[in-house]
C-alpha cells in the first residue's frame, strides 16, 4: 500500500528557513567550552602590525564587567592600550617568560599590538581577592573567540608604569593583559618529574607542561 504523505508536509516560510541555516552555521562554527578554554593559551609572540581595534578592548573589557565579582564590589578598573608608544612604554614594564633564562621577551614585530592594564581601586576596598583572575580569563576567552591571543602578566614594574601612564596613587596595578594575533605555536604536555617548568625547542614551538587530571582530583 502506498501513502500519500503529502498532505503531512508543512509549509516552512522562507525566512523562517534561512533563520534555521544562519543558526545551524554559527553553531557549527562557534567553539565549544572545551575548545574555547584548550585554544586560549598564554601567548607571547604576536603579529604586530595586526591591529586589536578600541571596541574590540572595549567589549572585552564588557565582558569582564559581567562576570563575577567577590561581595559584587567590582572594584576593578582597567586602563587600554592600542597605540604604539604606549604600548611600547607598558612593554618596557614588563617581565616575559621568567622561566626561560636570559630571555628579552618578543622581538619588535612580534610584541602584543594592545594591552588591557587592570587596576583595582582602593576606594572601594584594599583587597581584591580572585576579582582580576576572573575578569582576565574571561578577557582572554573573548579574545580567543575574537581569533586574538593574549597572556596575563602580573611580574610588573609597577612604580615605573605608574609613572610612564600617570596612573594615581588610589589605583593598584593588578595585572597587564597582553593581546594580539598569536604568532607562535603553544603546546600542551604533560608535567614529567613535577618539572612545570614551560620550555621552548629549538624550532620555537612552546611547551606548557599541565598536571593530569588524576593528579589533581583528590579520592577523599
Avoid at 604606549?86 to 621568567?98: D, H, Q
Avoid at 586574538?148 to 596613587?169: D, S, V, Y
Wanted: positive net charge; contains cysteine.
Amino acid at each position: 500500500m502506498v501513502i500519500d504523505i503529502r498532505p503531512l508536509v508543512i509549509p516552512v516560510p522562507g525566512f523562517l528557513l534561512f533563520s534555521c541555516i544562519i543558526m545551524y552555521l554559527c553553531y557549527s562554527f562557534c567553539m565549544n567550552i572545551f575548545e574555547l578554554v584548550t585554544k586560549n593559551r598564554s601567548y607571547r609572540r604576536f603579529q604586530q602590525s595586526e591591529p586589536v581595534s578600541m571596541q574590540q578592548l572595549r567589549n572585552l573589557v564588557d565582558l569582564a564587567r559581567l562576570s563575577p565579582s567577590a561581595g559584587n564590589l567590582q572594584p576593578l578598573k582597567f586602563i587600554l592600550s592600542n597605540d604604539p608608544r604606549r604600548n611600547e612604554a607598558i612593554f618596557s614594564c614588563l617581565t616575559w617568560e621568567s622561566y626561560i633564562k636570559d630571555s628579552p621577551g618578543p622581538n619588535e614585530g612580534k610584541r602584543p599590538a594592545a594591552y588591557i592594564v587592570t587596576l583595582g581601586d582602593t576606594s572601594i576596598t584594599k583587597d581584591f581577592g580572585c576579582n582580576h583572575g576572573i575578569a582576565a580569563q574571561s578577557i582572554l576567552l573573548g579574545a580567543t573567540e575574537m581569533g586574538f591571543g593574549g597572556c596575563m602578566i602580573a611580574n610588573i614594574q609597577r612604580g615605573r608604569l605608574a609613572t610612564l601612564l600617570g596612573i594615581p596613587e588610589r589605583y593598584q596595578i593588578l595585572l597587564a593583559i597582553a593581546l594580539g594575533k598569536p604568532k607562535e605555536q603553544v603546546v600542551i604536555t604533560d608535567v614529567k618529574d613535577g618539572d612545570i617548568k614551560y620550555w621552548r625547542d629549538t624550532g620555537q614551538v612552546h611547551y606548557v607542561p599541565k598536571r593530569t587530571l588524576d593528579e589533581i582530583i583528590l579520592d577523599l
